[in-house]
């Protein structure tokens, strides 16, 4: 099958010399230099954008302050919740234009860009919008005496916080940059988003869509770079809030810079090495097409998707025959091809980590299935399944965040949440099994901020989403996000 026709409308997006946006518009960058965004599949350059120095930082939060007072702290819950349902509207209206942009700069599979990226990031802005009419205070009773007579009364509002800061990864930009975006419009805050130095395009897009939508001017502000560019973000003393998706080492370095800038508030969505539990009465034919599709969607770049597979020891050898056989048939090939099954890794750095990853596997004779690097262009790798020493091989232990599984054989429960819970990270984890009392005795003694049963890196906005232990701080979704874009202000009165 051939590629997909790249819209007019995307080619002139990307030939574009794009700025930061502030204030509604694109606005140059101070400095003269730019970052060029490749596309992983033919390491050809798709475009360049700004680097966002302190001078334009300081402008994109001003402006996003100024909003706030003036423009977004007086629109109603009501119109709040409008404009953002009238965003979903027009990304909805643009989905093939920005899946485009998403694929031709992340690598991510055509189909993948458009019916979960877009499709998602759709949903998540109407389900934020919907939030916005039902952020309410409590009222309460004080238990003061009362030697006169007098009475007590007290109440909370919920007030947004202020400008947030909103730092997004490059695996799913869109999506991501989203959640912020609606966690933050809904409440009545503005944002400064700085999206991912490789993946910057679709979030330029989305804010110029939001003009479109009736967003006012500065409450979306979108400035470019690298960690440079975020840490002044995170420096300004009019941001007092940071919301960030990435790696461990940068949150852990961005939590410490946050504390220190005036106690600016902070939530962390990090890392994993997630796990995947399959039990002795798993039926490995019907979990197949849900695992498989849970841990190799998008090249296995996703945070929440498993990169260990515990399975009972009785099981072990169906499953890994039946994997093996399985990822060997998925047709590796261009993104923009609609029959592809698999495409490149997101960018030449990431490629060169997950590339270092399966040469010590290969050194030590450790790979079940796959395991190389692709051969000519394009940052490709096979989907791999390894085996691992023991829990302290270093293989077992760090997030590879591509498409890297280890098989892990398990005798008994005990054994299992020993492994499982052998990890700095606790993001996510999965139980296969259809024996309920089981599953309901283990979740428990899981450490993850996410349990999932016989399905796994599934994300809904109903439910809260976040890590435990240094896999994060802070839940993004469900009424969890409330609390962290909102001050409570306690008013007490007597009468
Ligand atoms: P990263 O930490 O390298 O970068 C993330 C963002 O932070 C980018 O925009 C980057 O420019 C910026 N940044 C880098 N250094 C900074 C600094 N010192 N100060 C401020 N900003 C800085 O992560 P990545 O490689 O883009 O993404 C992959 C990682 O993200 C993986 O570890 C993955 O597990 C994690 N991730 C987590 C979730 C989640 O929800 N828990 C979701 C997606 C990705």
């Not at 599953?439 to 901020?449: S, T």
């Amino acid at each position: 099958m051939s590629e997909v026709q790249i819209l007019e409308s995307v080619q002139q997006f990307i030939a574009r010399q794009h700025g930061h946006f502030i204030d509604g518009e694109n606005v140059a960058a101070e400095a003269v230099e730019r970052i060029e965004l490749y596309n992983p599949a033919t390491e050809q350059v798709v475009s360049t954008i700004a680097v966002g120095n302190q001078n334009d930082v300081e402008k994109a939060v001003k402006n996003s302050h100024d909003a706030f007072l003036n423009a977004w702290a007086n629109t109603s819950p009501y119109e709040r919740g409008l404009k953002l349902n009238k965003l979903a509207d027009l990304v909805e209206a643009h989905a093939e234009e920005l899946a485009q942009l998403e694929t031709l700069t992340t690598g991510k599979l055509i189909n993948i860009s458009r019916h979960l990226e877009v499709a998602q990031t759709v949903i998540f802005l109407r389900y934020f919008a919907g939030w916005a009419t039902k952020i309410n205070g409590q009222t309460m009773q004080p238990s003061i005496p009362s030697a006169n007579g007098e009475k007590y009364t007290a109440y909370t509002m919920r007030q947004p916080i202020g400008v947030v800061a909103g730092i997004v990864p490059w695996n799913f930009s869109l999506m991501i940059g989203v959640w912020k975006i609606g966690s933050a419009l809904t409440t009545g805050c503005t944002i400064v988003v700085k999206p991912s130095e490789f993946t910057t395009l679709s979030l330029l897009r989305l804010a110029e869509l939001a003009i479109e939508a009736g967003i006012p001017k500065g409450v979306i502000n979108v400035v470019t770079g690298k960690g440079d560019t975020g840490q002044h973000l995170i420096n300004s003393p009019l941001v007092k809030k940071v919301s960030f998706t990435g790696s461990v080492p940068t949150g852990i370095a961005i939590g410490k810079q946050a504390m220190a800038s005036d106690l600016t508030r902070v939530s962390l969505e990090l890392g994993g090495k997630n796990a995947a539990a399959i039990l002795a009465d798993a039926n490995i034919d019907e979990i197949l097409p849900t695992l498989l599709q849970a841990t190799f969607v998008h090249q296995g770049q996703v945070c929440a998707a498993p990169e260990r597979f515990f399975v009972h020891q009785s099981k072990y050898d169906e499953l890994v025959s039946k994997v093996s056989a399985a990822v060997q048939q998925l047709k590796i090939g261009s993104p923009l091809d609609e029959s592809s099954m698999f495409g490149p890794l997101s960018n030449k750095p990431h490629f060169e980590k997950v590339k270092h990853y399966l040469d010590i596997a290969q050194q030590n004779n450790q790979v079940i299935t796959g395991g190389k690097a692709l051969e000519g262009t394009g940052y490709f790798v096979e989907p791999t399944l390894l085996k691992v020493s023991g829990v302290d091989d270093p293989l077992f232990i760090e997030e590879t965040f591509g498409p890297v599984v280890d098989v892990i054989p398990f005798e008994t429960d005990q054994e299992l949440i020993e492994m499982m819970n052998h990890s700095r990270f606790g993001l996510t984890a999965s139980l296969w099994t259809n024996d309920l009392s089981k599953a309901l005795r283990l979740i428990p003694q899981i450490e993850a901020g996410s349990i999932w049963i016989n399905m796994h890196t599934f994300l809904d906005p109903a439910v809260p989403f976040g890590g435990v232990k240094a896999s994060g701080v802070g839940r993004e979704f469900s009424d969890a996000f409330i609390e962290d874009y909102t001050e409570v202000k306690s008013v007490m009165i007597r009468y």
